[in-house]
């Protein structure tokens, strides 16, 4: 990309600018009912930004970078399209919110694609990423202690125990996971800033065991394990740094997880029957999904479709699968399903060749046990670290074709 057309550059400096900033707010406004607001604040300046590059690729046509990712993301998109013409969703407008977002997370890959081709783009970019993610987990646990249950110290909810803008725990883990290996790996690159990043690392990590996420606390010490055996085997990192990395980031997190507390989790682990309720929705949804194998209900229509099929009455709505990938096959049908399987397989080697990638594969991993992916902005964090995989596997190909 040093060689791209100066217009080229800017429009990739500015991209990752806006692109960025779109993340940011769709975070900080998470919480907001009003839907124009959430989700349509940061889905608009999304297909704005792609309106953007559109009209400048017309004016001035340059190289745009493709991935294999793009195809099941438009074939998601024009699945519910389908549904909604075909007449197979009970809920055209819950399709039709179901179909945007799918575009959204689309065109959000595909800018990161394009934004971080660039290798001094991308650093920036995942490092503006990184930043806000560790100034939010500091705020996210201050206001757990302080905030007497309102967001930000100012909107009262009557959610329970909130972590800045989010309001659960398994989400806010989600986000965490997908960042918590960019400071391990930053940490590992070594020099005068490992100590800074090993800092990050450890203060976002204690944020989930404070939040109490189970599945999310199992699964972020994990993907540190992986990152950490990842760089090793791949000889990217000394066994010096890796082993001093080891230390200092347990060592600390073991200290700021005793600031934070661990009571909490160590409770909920306690729990003779953790799959309680979530045993018996993920039965009904496996129902639904044989009562309408091949289309399923429509994208966006779990809430609506579930009570026919509940096989236990709890007494209140039952809006999410508490499995990401039994409720796509509920709502979309098994096709449907295979798509993000098949995205979730392809990220697998891609994830582990960036190492700093990894924390996809753990929401991936999450979507097993939760419902993370059912939040359009954790879906649009993970489909814009996706395009950043995709970007920096398809550059490092490029680099080894070269030189054979």
Known sequence: MSNSPAPARLLLSVSACWLAGALWVAVLVMWVPARWINPSLFQTALLILLLGWGISLACRPFGVRLSPVLIPMLLAVGWGLLQIAAGHTIGPWNTWMAVLNWLVCLSAFFLALQVC??????????????????????????????????????????????????????????????????????????????????????????????????AGSLLATAEVGAVLAAGWVKGRFSQDRIGNVIAGFWVIAVIFTSVVGWVVLWNRFQDPD??????????????MVKARPCFGFGL??????????ALVDFGAVVNHAHNDWAQWAAEGGIPFALLPFGIAVWSVP????????????????H??????????????????????????????????????
């Open 300 to 309: 966006g229509n779990f809430q609506t479709a579930y009570p026919a099929y």
């Open 117 to 214: 081709s660039s290798q001094s783009v991308r650093q920036k970019f995942l490092g503006a990423l990184l930043y806000f993610g560790f100034v939010l987990s500091v705020v996210s646990v201050i206001q757990y202690f302080s905030s007497n249950g309102k967001i930000f110290w100012f909107y009262e909810t009557y959610y329970g125990d909130l972590l800045g803008p989010f309001v659960n725990r398994d989400r806010y883990a989600a986000f965490i996971e997908l960042l918590l290996p960019l400071a391990v790996v930053k940490a590992l690159g070594g020099g005068g800033r490992s100590w800074k990043f090993i800092l990050m690392g450890a203060a976002m990590f204690a944020s989930v065991i404070a939040g109490a996420s189970r």
């Open 367 to 404: 979507c097993l046990v939760d419902f993370p992916l059912q939040d359009p902005v954790i879906m649009l964090w993970l489909f814009t670290l996706l395009g950043a995989i995709a970007a920096e596997s398809t550059r490092a190909g490029i680099q080894q074709q070269a030189i054979g």
């Open 350 to 365: 891609k994830a582990f060749k960036t190492v700093w990638g990894i924390g996809v594969v753990a929401v991936f991993l």
């Open 274 to 287: 953790p799959f309680r309720g979530r045993r018996e929705i993920l039965s009904s949804t496996i129902t």
